[in-house]
């Protein structure tokens, strides 16, 4: 029992929310920085942004499973609205959502963090 | 006196059997031998996430909070909070042992924007997996996804 909270209070164990947010931003920066909605390529900017945070995440070197969605929205005047729901342990795991917008549309990523 | 003595010594001794005796009897009665580790990294058979049962839980969740509801900006967040507890505390109430559970609900309006999600994982494909389902009405539409994630 006391070696399991040692391993928690490890910086190595925990999800850290600055550094996430930090990558996620500039994966979008970097994927969809300065263009306009196109329907046609929304696929392609979803895999790309999601890829870019992924294998930025892996190379924290963490011991941690990642989940990573993003939500590529026109700006149309509708609304969305996202809520989750977790049960895991609060010492190891946490998320970071993201939201970001340009003139034409509205983009959301969320990542998950689970420890090992 | 050297009666006395001998007499003395042999009370004492069988005092001292009786003594013995107890003590080997009393080990097995107080300690439990503790159960050999187990040294398992992969749920069991029946114990793997279950995908059927998560996904009628969304559905039938999405269902009694949305159906004959019209979307309204002040109570959509609040809609979506319910629905992502309840599916949430529904799929723990299955009792999977050691799964860690996300759950994500989006409520969209239906106002003919072009929406786009993706999603990538890094983990166990043999013990992690995920459900989603989409629930759609006139003016909107509920997309809600499970995770369930292994703990070794």
Same mark, same amino acid.
């Given at each position: 029992m006391e070696v399991k909270e040692c391993n928690d209070l490890n910086e190595e164990n925990q999800f850290i929310v600055d550094d996430v947010s930090k990558i996620i931003k500039e994966a979008i920066e970097n994927s969809i920085g300065g263009t306009a909605y196109q329907h046609?390529?929304?696929?392609?900017?979803? &895999?790309?942004?999601?890829? &870019?945070?992924? &294998?930025?995440?892996?190379?924290?070197?963490?011991?941690?499973?990642y989940i990573v969605t993003c939500t590529i929205m026109q700006k149309n005047g509708a609304g969305l609205h996202t809520a989750s729901s977790c049960f895991w342990d609060n010492n190891t795991d946490g998320s970071c959502t993201v939201r970001w917008e340009n003139k034409t549309m509205y983009c959301i990523v969320s990542v998950f963090g689970l420890g090992i | /006196?050297?009666?006395?003595?001998?007499?003395?010594?042999? %009370?004492?001794?069988?005092?001292?059997?009786?003594?013995?005796?107890?003590?080997?009897?009393?080990? +097995?009665?107080?300690?439990?031998?503790?159960?050999?580790?187990?040294?398992? +990294?992969?749920?069991?058979?029946?114990? =793997?996430?279950?995908?059927?049962?998560?996904?009628?839980?969304?559905?039938?969740? /999405? =269902?009694? @909070?949305? /159906?004959?509801?019209?979307?309204?900006?002040?109570?959509a967040p609040k809609w979506a909070k319910v629905i992502a507890n309840a599916v949430r505390q529904r799929v723990q109430e299955l009792g999977m042992k050691r799964y860690k559970i *996300?759950? @994500?609900?989006?409520?969209?309006? /239906?106002?003919? %924007?072009?929406? =786009?999600?993706?999603?990538?994982?890094?983990?166990?494909?043999?013990?992690?997996?995920?459900?989603?389902?989409?629930?759609?009405?006139?003016t909107m539409f509920c997309?809600?996804? *499970?995770?369930?994630?292994?703990m070794y």
């Open positions: 046609n390529k929304v696929n392609q900017w979803t &895999s790309a942004v999601v890829e &870019s945070c992924l &294998s930025q995440l892996t190379k924290l070197q963490k011991p941690y499973k | /006196m050297a009666d006395d003595d001998e007499v003395v010594e042999e %009370a004492e001794g069988v005092l001292s059997e009786e003594v013995g005796s107890a003590n080997e009897l009393s080990p +097995i009665e107080t300690e439990k031998p503790l159960e050999p580790p187990k040294y398992e +990294i992969r749920p069991g058979l029946g114990e =793997k996430f279950q995908s059927q049962n998560v996904r009628e839980i969304i559905g039938q969740t /999405m =269902k009694e @909070q949305l /159906m004959g509801r019209q979307y309204r900006s002040d109570q *996300v759950v @994500q609900a989006t409520i969209i309006e /239906m106002k003919g %924007a072009g929406v =786009k999600c993706g999603q990538r994982c890094i983990w166990d494909p043999e013990t992690d997996d995920y459900v989603d389902d989409l629930f759609r009405s006139d997309y809600t996804i *499970v995770y369930g994630v292994y």
